[in-house]
């Protein structure tokens, strides 16, 4: 028969449990400040985004956190730094899908492995637009495809750089539809911007967020949405599925991941408080504002999304035959 647990040997037990969970904790809380990497220049959806959730989980992290922009080759600048940190759950990369589901199958080698990212979360996704110069006689998706199809390779069509989604879109256009454009690559979204607006170029795929102003403004039209559903910030807008090109989904997605080799407890502990916020109304009427819908999946659901992206892409690459340096 067991001896009866004395108050004194129970006041021990209960102290050693606190002291372990304590030690958990800590395990899972950073010491240090937690830096999220943005691996593109301040000011835009990648960085606007990950800034809105910090001011909310500061309290989760009393040693600090702050967003740093270090910017440069399509974000593999910034990815690199990411992948050789310290894999202890104080450094982040949060990018748009480039350097983590695209690059890989661009550029013929890379300074990281971007098969070995550790996923956190997928915070929100973007849909991508079609956009079109007013000058272009079109009003609709339907009569867009015709006119292209009655003028090849006589339209233009912007993007954000060689690689960039707004280019790897557009590729995924004219597979499915059978139709050829002149690409004009550009240095960012803001100079294509004003050039579809000076009617200099014909059509864009651009991030919703930054053409839906103009739309409304006048200054262009957009034709489609490339989600599967319409988007809250233009719902008048149809999107390709409804307009006749069903497999015609792309949207730019914003992730969190960690350099290889960080313990599931960090990983655990970095979902736990970025996902919460993503919840709130507050959050989401801001990213509302971007064009953004917020996700907050689990570590595995982001892994097999970023997969999923990570192969589809990969196909639109090999069939456009897109190469980078």
Excluded at 148 to 166: D, E, H, M
Aim: aromatic share 8%; hydrophobic share 45%; net charge positive.
């Amino acid at each position: 028969m067991s001896p009866p647990i004395t108050r004194r040997l129970a006041l021990t037990l209960a102290a050693a449990t606190f002291a372990g969970a304590g030690t958990l904790a800590c395990a899972q809380q950073p010491s240090s400040t937690v830096k999220l990497i943005v691996p593109f220049p301040a000011g835009g959806t990648a960085d606007v985004l990950p800034r809105i959730l910090v001011e909310k989980v500061r309290s989760a992290y009393p040693a600090g956190i702050v967003v740093e922009n270090k910017s440069g080759a399509g974000g593999n600048i910034g990815a690199e730094s990411v992948s050789r940190a310290d894999p202890d759950g104080t450094t982040f990369l949060v990018s748009p899908p480039g350097p983590i589901a695209i690059n890989h199958h661009l550029y013929k080698s890379l300074p990281f492995d971007a098969t070995k990212w550790v996923p956190v979360t997928v915070l929100a996704t973007v849909p991508n637009v079609l956009a079109v110069s007013n000058k272009l006689p079109v009003k609709n998706v339907e009569e867009f495809v015709a006119y292209l199809k009655a003028n090849p390779r006589k339209v233009s069509y912007a993007s954000q750089g060689n690689g960039s989604t707004s280019h790897l879109t557009a590729a995924m256009f004219m597979q499915l539809t059978g139709t050829e454009m002149i690409h004009i690559p550009y240095k960012g979204t803001a100079p294509a911007l004003v050039d579809i607006v000076g009617a200099n170029v014909d059509v864009f795929f651009d991030n919703i967020s930054s053409s839906a102003q103009f739309h409304t403004g006048g200054k262009l039209k957009i034709l489609a949405v490339s989600d599967e559903k319409r988007s809250q910030l233009l719902p008048q807008v149809p999107t390709f599925v409804e307009s006749g090109i069903p497999g015609m989904v792309a949207v730019t997605f914003f992730s969190m991941v960690a350099p290889p080799g960080t313990p599931k407890a960090a990983v655990d502990y970095a979902h736990k408080q970025f996902s919460a916020e993503l919840l709130t109304p507050d959050v989401q009427q801001k990213f509302a504002l971007q064009g953004a819908t917020p996700a907050g999946w689990t570590p595995a659901r982001s892994g097999e999304f970023i997969r999923a992206e990570s192969a589809k892409w990969s196909r639109v690459i090999k069939s456009a035959n897109v190469t980078l340096e």
